[in-house]
């Protein structure tokens, strides 16, 4: 063949190189590039720096952070990356980790349940400083203080039990109550409350039994269900709806608050099929605020919650806590924002 290969790139240079060149040791070119050239003479310095120079050499970010004991590097892992909520917190958390001079290594669980102590031990392998949880918190691979192979995490949206570090989440008992009283208020006096399966997930019972409170706070005039829904369940979904539209046709108007942007999905499918109709046949109110909220019949009134501000709240709870801050754990509960649309308004 008369075309010849194009040259094989030259490898990078190493520090073992430098100090072939420099006629220096590895440990003196370590020095020099940690900015110690107090411990070296001038014409040492110098040598190490012209052959620096000529081969080019760039040390590693990583070796650099780990001989000062930090690798300037953030884990965080998420229950579901295609869960809008996952996506604004790793926003938030990303903005103020970079901020600050961190990186962030992202692990997405898929929701599988047994993966939260694989998901911990691999970012570990990367030495990461310190992690952000936005997990599960139920399964047999649930984290707990000793899997974190001595690093401070701090949790996002769901409590692990027996792990007593920073907690970052919405104020959901005050979310909810501004919700319900909302429907309250506007005549409605029949609620379902539809979640995902509360087992294990602290957050969804904190607003189940937030939800039970209002109930019981409006009890001669107010009467409230709860549903689970495991995206299975068409026919059980639509039956509870069903029942709850049959309700209301007897003179009591009757409302769902669906417990996130998953639920409230299902809920908008089942209305189609059952052909009802958002504020007329029946009120709504969901957690999260998702983009296509507006876009669905009248518009969905929902709460939207501060995601991308409880993202940095947790990165900024951790970096405090690598630059030595002690004490108590902290609990930092962010409102929420009552967004009203045509779906719960008065007639």
Known sequence: MSARAPAQRAARATIADVAKAAGVSKATVSRFLNHRERLLSPDIAARVEAAVAQLAYTPSPMAQALSHGRSRLI??????????????????????????????MLFNLGNDVDRE????????????????????????????????????????????????????????????????????????????????????????????????????????????????????DGEGLDAALRALHKRAKRGKRAAVLAGNAVVTLRVAAAMVRLGLRFGEDIGFVG?????????????L???????????????????????????PARQLLLPGELVVRGSSRRP
């Open 75 to 104: 884990g965080l892992i998420v229950a579901d990356i295609t869960n809008p909520y996952s996506v604004a917190v790793l926003r938030g958390a990303e903005k103020a980790c970079q901020e600050a001079g961190y990186l962030v």
């Open 301 to 327: 009134s929902a709460i939207a919650q501060p995601t991308e501000a409880i993202g940095r709240t947790a990165a900024i709870c951790l970096l405090e806590r690598l630059q030595g801050l002690e004490g």
């Open 117 to 232: 102590r694989e998901a911990i031990d691999a970012l570990a392998g990367y030495q990461v400083d310190g992690f952000i949880l936005n997990t599960l918190g139920r399964g047999a691979g649930l984290v707990d203080a000793d899997a974190l192979h001595g690093k401070p995490a701090v949790l996002v949206d769901r409590r692990h039990a027996g792990m007593h570090t920073d907690f970052v989440s919405l104020d959901n008992a005050a979310a909810m109550r501004a919700a319900c009283g909302h429907l309250v208020e506007g005549g409605y006096r029949e609620l379902l409350y539809i979640t995902e399966p509360q087992k294990g997930v602290s957050s969804r019972r904190e607003r189940t039994a937030a939800f039970g409170a209002c109930v019981a706070a409006h009890e001669a005039r107010v009467a409230g269900e709860v549903y689970e829904s495991t995206g299975e």
């Open 287 to 299: 957690f999260d605020d998702p983009e296509w909220a507006p876009l669905i019949g009248p518009g």
